[in-house]
């Protein structure tokens, strides 16, 4: 097994530097260009939306996601994965932390129209709130210009109108206004998605698969197959790479029985075409799951010799099954019990507290200091306090302080983060109209923007409504 792990890295480094150029962005926009794939985008930072104070900060997260798309890309991106499949429509909103003014009912926008605004088309949902959804009204043509809202006397029920299915797509909007900006929610296929999703049912939990857990020391190398998923590590037997291939083929030929299965009889049964939408934490194939690329190689391969389902991107889709029915999402997430749980609760709430007092920081030193006005320093300096808090703002935290994974590192970058910003806003208020720091500010500054340098491309001017 040694011998063979050493081989398979050297493959692995020879991939790296002979077929993707030293480069994972550059073989995955070539892909692109071929139309062979469609890369969507996130939150920049992975920020919670539902849960951010202003509605500039998911604007930011949006902002420069997509900037930053079109930087590496080459062209915008018409997709959004809503960062924990995490949504918020329009209403009345206030936190639930006691921060002024956060904690003062007041409107906010909803995701979909901030997505529209920022020419995002489409995101994914979760099935759950699919379910709870409410109909709107449906537009009469393919052009969009025809809407009738569904309480109209112009409005004629269609066979199998917002039946609420994982397999349609639905346009979403906050508001019975669908001028205000709409987005098509692409719903994961629960039921499906937990043949690959289980760590203990689903397809990772077969006995002849690399164990995640039990590595060898000092290598951290791993020798052992799955053997019984709720074996003790003492138990584990050793791993044999060529046991797994007729593992996959099972595996594979099940998932596109499912896939085609539930295709045929929805469509069997209403004539209406179908669209299945499976997404899967990429760390899932290859890190919790080793085998995970092989199951995706022989699955594409697999779908497309099927004679009922074939595999699209998302525009793609759009472009065939163009939705015409309008509905309201409820607030929630992918999340445990579906709703913000995971991301606040008694163990990590505190964290918004910090969130909330920095952002209405910033956004009082943006309003009181216009953003044309300010010179090359008084830029350099907010724009890492910009970055700082998009960095401070990444639900990352609040999810490893909550599983009690890497807590302890979650909340120190936090507090990092939470300090760099306010000491960024220190100079900013020090050195207000002046063009040079002082000899130790200046290298507390390069040391910022050297330790935390993502989005170089960053303006301040994104911090807008």
Partial sequence: MAKWWAEWYESKKNDFINKYDKSIIK?????????????????????????????KSINLQVRAATNNYQKHFGRKPRGMWLPECAYRPSYEWQSMIPVAPFNQKHLRRGAEQILAENEIFYFVTDEDLLKRSAPIGRFLDNNRENFVHINSPDFKPVPWNFDKTPVNLYEVSSSEKVEYGTAVAFTRHHGIAMQVWSGSIGYPAEPDYLDFHKTNYPSRLRYWRVTDAKADMMY????????????????????????????????NLTGKDTTICLPFDTELFGHWWFEGPEFIRNLCKGLSHSPYVKMATAAEQLFLQKPREVVSLPEGSWGENNNHDVWSNEGNKWTWTYIYDDELRLNNILNANPVNQLNKLERRILTQALRELMLLQSSDWQFLIHTNSAKDYAEQRFSFHHSDFNKLCDLFEKYKNQDVLEIHDNNYLEATEKRNSPFQELELEWWKD
């Fill in 27 to 55: 073989g995955l926009r070539d892909l692109q260009d071929q139309g062979a794939i469609e890369m969507m985008t996130c939150g920049a930072t992975h920020g919670y939306f539902p849960l951010l104070g202003y509605d």
């Fill in 236 to 267: 584990k037997t050793l791993y044999h790479p060529d046991w797994i291939w007729d593992k996959i083929n099972l595996q594979v030929n099940h998932f596109i029985h499912q896939i085609e299965n539930t295709s045929n009889y929805y469509k």
